[in-house]
């Protein structure tokens, strides 16, 4: 099955049926991903995180925004296991609480900057002409752009919140898929089956949908996990800046932020936040360089512009 | 090839035109009102003809796009504006505070590319060892630490714990030579740390498909130490594509140099315009984002014609 994907620029037969991820099939793409030990950790590390978000009221001590004023700048102690903040309030609970802004805005980051920049790079790719010269301009534009600067201003442009930074990350990150896409549209539009679906009458629509995109499908996941990591990263660094999330929502970057004001004292504080972002980027890198292995051999050159 | 260097040119312009618009309309999105958040510390804001003096002063009174023509006009001429908060010159603040950034900015880029390439090199020669293994582990940390947690991580360890290096702040390259380097020291490693890791992982894959070729088999196969399969094979054309990197890189340390100043307190162009954000400081912002741009822009450029120099076939194509 795998050859068949892998040959089939080469074999003229296969040229009449669409490369799609499905003849590799979850499974096998499960089997040849397990097989690589970097890539399970990342699996094991993601697992924990998203069911540390999604269950952080069951697994969380305390209350994330109860301050305990007898109970200020503790060390870890058996009451409270990684001590307390600058409030008194458990720090164990908030970085657990912390999971989920990270986990939402790198998830809420992806979707968003996938979603646009697939419609982008098709609206590009297929149209051509005009709309590819507009779309792919500006692209380059982001591209040149220091993107953490771009991000900032846009963050504190749209205002605090959530949403709002899930909004600037994504301003920026759909770029990237949007120019991924374009050109696997552009490889894949020539090829004869596509020219054999249009002879058949599909609409362009149905094209797209059936042919085209299954096409992307591969890089797309790999951008995705990548994506997930990266809009992490930025999150904490908004939040460490004061940017986004505003207090009391627990967020990682935040707690890193007012734990350095105290790291001569009580080092814990600004060590553990900083672990939790480091892993989460980890696990994702991880995953992201897995599935790429796993899904495509010959896109072993990484980061690799189409 | 000059064919192809004056379309390169003549599209970096047209980029750097779009990117002025993008980044015109971004800060005039920026929500206060910048003269009203400058003056209130020193003056009477309940005297609304001042602040309409002070607005028409620096020009925001105008319709936008009226604006937006007088800074193009005068950003040309060389004539940057003044900060809306201090009131200097922009120019004068940005060629105060530039040598600041730009060593920090150099010595990264040096550490970043130098350690990036022996790393991905030697992983690349040594795969699947136990070496390669530990450094594909270290650049896959290098990539995902935060470069705030990592500043946070040095500095307990060389400033609080050990007391080696000074924790933070800066001097001069030639007030005190020494105690400058040490200063740097830290800030640069963190700022090298993001881009090293790309470039070694990018280095290695590289290297691994040159290495994976036929030629390659060939060049073994005639007898050639793998010294020189290595040295004179494989090198050249691994290298044409990891230069694409180059102009990601830059962009990359610049971005950090936004927290990385703010940490170590250093007086620098990243510090600069941190402020300027948080302020509504609409030149200081605009200025700093224009000339980010320009120098990504200015190594893509030196790129993209490294590329058609080294590779024929991109400059037929185009």
Redesign the interface.
């Known amino acids: 099955m795998e050859e068949t994907n892998k040959k089939v620029d080469e074999t003229s037969e296969h040229d009449l049926e669409p490369r799609r991820m499905s003849t590799v099939g979850f499974r096998g793409l499960l089997k040849t991903l397990l097989k690589n030990r ?1 890539s399970v950790i990342g699996i094991v590390v993601i697992i924990l995180m998203f069911s540390l978000a999604l269950f952080a009221p069951l697994l969380a001590p305390y209350d994330p925004n109860e301050p305990d004023y007898y109970n200020l700048l503790k060390g870890p102690s058996a009451k409270h296991w990684l001590g307390t903040d600058d409030l008194g309030r458990d720090l164990l609970s908030r970085i657990i609480y912390g999971a989920q802004v990270s986990m939402t805005v790198g998830l809420g980051c992806t979707v968003f900057s996938l979603m646009f920049g697939t419609f982008m790079g098709v609206l590009s790719g297929y149209r051509g002409g005009a709309w590819d010269m507009v779309i792919m ?2 692209c ?2 982001i ?8 991000i ?3 963050a ?4 605090p919140g959530m949403i709002n930074i899930i909004i600037a990350i994504s301003l920026f990150g759909w770029a990237g898929p949007a120019r991924l896409v374009r050109g696997n549209v552009l490889a894949v539009r020539e090829m004869p089956y596509v020219e054999a679906a249009r002879a058949a009458g599909a609409s362009n629509t149905r094209i797209m949908f059936k042919y085209v995109l299954p096409n992307c499908l591969a890089p797309m996941i790999v951008a995705a996990a990548l994506g997930l ?1 990266a809009a992490v ?1 930025m999150e ?2 908004a939040a ?2 004061g940017i986004g999330v505003q207090p009391p929502t627990p967020s990682w ?1 935040r707690e ?2 007012v ?2 004001t105290y ?2 004292t009580v ?1 814990l504080y ?2 553990a936040p ?2 939790m ?3 989460a ?2 696990a994702f ?2 995953l992201g ?1 897995g599935l790429r292995d796993a899904l495509d051999p010959r896109l ?6 189409v | 090839m000059t064919r192809y260097i004056i379309f390169r040119l003549f599209y970096a312009v ?2 750097l035109a ?2 002025m618009v ?1 980044t015109f309309f ?2 005039r ?3 206060g009102d910048p003269i009203r958040a400058a003056m209130q510390q020193n003056l009477d804001l309940r005297d609304e003809s001042i602040v309409q003096e002070v607005r028409a002063r620096f020009g925001l009174d105008r319709p936008v796009h009226i604006q937006f023509g007088m800074w193009t006009r005068d950003f040309f001429t060389g004539n940057w504006g003044n900060s809306l908060s201090s009131g200097q010159k922009v120019v004068d603040m940005f060629l105060q505070r530039a040598p600041v950034t730009l060593e920090l900015f150099f010595l990264s880029l040096f550490w970043s590319w130098l350690i990036g390439i022996i790393m991905g090199v030697v992983s690349a020669l040594k795969r699947n060892s136990m070496l390669d293994f530990g450094i ?2 270290i650049s ?2 290098g ?7 990592e500043a ?2 040095l ?2 360890i060389f400033g ?1 714990w050990w007391k080696i290096l000074p924790p933070s702040g800066y001097v001069p390259f030639f007030e005190d030579p020494i105690m400058n380097l040490k200063m740097v020291a830290m800030p640069t490693f963190v700022m090298a740390t993001h881009g090293m890791a790309g470039v070694a ?2 280095v290695r ?2 290297l ?2 040159v290495i994976g070729q036929d030629f390659i088999r060939t060049a073994r196969a005639k007898g050639l130490r793998e010294r020189a399969v290595i040295i004179s094979h494989a090198f050249k054309p691994a290298a044409i ?1 990891v230069l ?2 180059f ?1 990601g890189t830059f ?2 340390i ?3 140099s ?2 990385i100043e ?2 170590f307190a250093i007086p620098g162009l990243g510090r600069m ?2 402020d300027a ?2 302020q509504r400081d609409f030149p200081i ?1 605009q200025t ?2 224009v000339l ?2 320009s120098c ?2 200015i190594a ?1 450029l030196v790129t993209d014609i490294a590329y058609g120099w080294l590779d024929p076939r991109v400059r037929i194509y185009k």
């Not at chain 1, 591209?143 to 771009?150: A, D, N």
């Not at chain 1, 072993?300 to 512009?305: A, L, Q, T, V």
């Open positions: 970097l301009r500006i380059d534009m591209f040149i752009f220091p993107g953490f600067m771009f900032l201003i846009m504190a442009a749209l205002g990591g990263g904490a660094g460490f800046l970057g890193l932020r734990g350095y790291l001569s080092p600004s060590v900083g672990l972002i480091t892993m980027i980890m890198i991880a360089d072993r050159g990484e980061g690799k512009k | 047209l980029l779009g990117t993008i971004m800060t999105m920026l929500p594909t582990g896959i940390g990539l995902s630490i935060p470069v705030f947690w946070i991580i500095i307990y609080v992982r990018y894959s590289c691994l498909e594509p694409t990197i102009g962009g990359g610049l971005g950090g936004f927290i703010l940490m315009g941190l954000i948080f912002i700093m984002a980010g741009s990504v822009l893509n």
